[in-house]
């Protein structure tokens, strides 16, 4: 199929979801189709072209439309960009869909749903948040996709509650290149790379550190390791940014009494070096706090990137990851309390046969939610 891939993101973007849209347009080449990626133009602090930046396979092809940026202006404040934006790019998306050169329109932005309809090509909404208002004209825009894929069942069934046929929309979470994954040093040679100089047992977070100035978890890992910090046995790794982000838990750990010899900060690192990095950890960690955008809209990257590291996983008891783990194959602690957190810690490392067994069960489960695994499931739904 010839299938437009439509953002109003800027690409290449150092956020999750660009990286996620650079994954799904490259599952969607590998597995035959042709690919073309549409996003606005906009000023961007990434230099690096797409293909480069993400590795992106050469067959995808991006274009970039409009020539004008009307994020962050002086004479357009606040949200007012944003419509801008908006309004402009489904101009620009109109002049570029009408000759109807495509088989599938997919997007994961709702705001352009409005657009992308009228052409009369079929579209696919990829939903990662359920809006807060003008939820009837939202279903209605709904009705008319050939399938929404949410990324959580929570908004699956609230969908489904609003009026949504349940044939047209199912869960799909996010997935993992396990190519990334194939050739990674041993833990100590991760940990010589990365001049992580110690005998304790490692306890990983890898990834941004807030989700849009939302609290992710890693101020209860500090306090969960202060609580450890007499016996000397935990270390923390804590890889993600950006650096405002960095700086404020340095300052955290500081006031918590934790040192060098507790906790490592090493700011963000390029997505090339994520499987490197997962592996110097003994453990790693999702302590996401019991927030409404975890508990029913998140599908976080980290989790498919963490099980595919074979390492032993310790996370927050939320429905969101209950989509996908289980105690067979994690480790569950209430949500925001440290000493929950610490106590399972505690537990991993005093039962490490029993902790290989679930990281193994993970490792095997993951075989299932790669991108290229997700997107045919997705596709075969199309009607």
Known sequence: MRIAYCTNVRLPSERAHGHQIAQVADALDILGHDVTVFAPFRRNPVKDDYHTYYGARAGVRIEHLGTFDPINRMWLPGVTGLWTLNHLLKKNYGKKLEKKNFDLLYTRTPALLPVLLPTGVPVVLELHQLPRLQRQKFVEHCKKCALVACLTTSMRDTLIKWGMPAKKVIAEGDAVDLRRFAKVPSRQGARTSLNLNTNRTVIGYVGRLKTLGMEKGVKY????????????????????????????????AKDLGLTDEDV?????????????????????????????????HMSPLKMFEYMAAGRPIVTTDLPTVRDI????????CAPGSSRD??????????HPDAAHTRAEKALELVKNHTWEKRMERILSKVS
């Open 221 to 252: 890992l500090l306090e969960a390791l202060k609580q450890l910090q007499p016996q000397q046995k935990f270390f923390g790794l804590i890889v993600g940014g950006p650096a405002r982000d960095t700086e404020e838990y340095k300052r955290m």
């Open 341 to 350: 957190l610490a106590r399972t810690l505690e537990e991993i490392a005093a």
């Open 325 to 332: 783990l289980s105690e067979e194959n994690a480790y569950f």
């Open 264 to 296: 490592l900060f090493t700011g963000e690192v390029p997505a090339s070096r994520i499987p490197e990095t997962l592996s110097a950890c003994n453990v790693l960690a999702m302590p996401f706090p019991d927030l409404s955008h975890y508990r029913h």
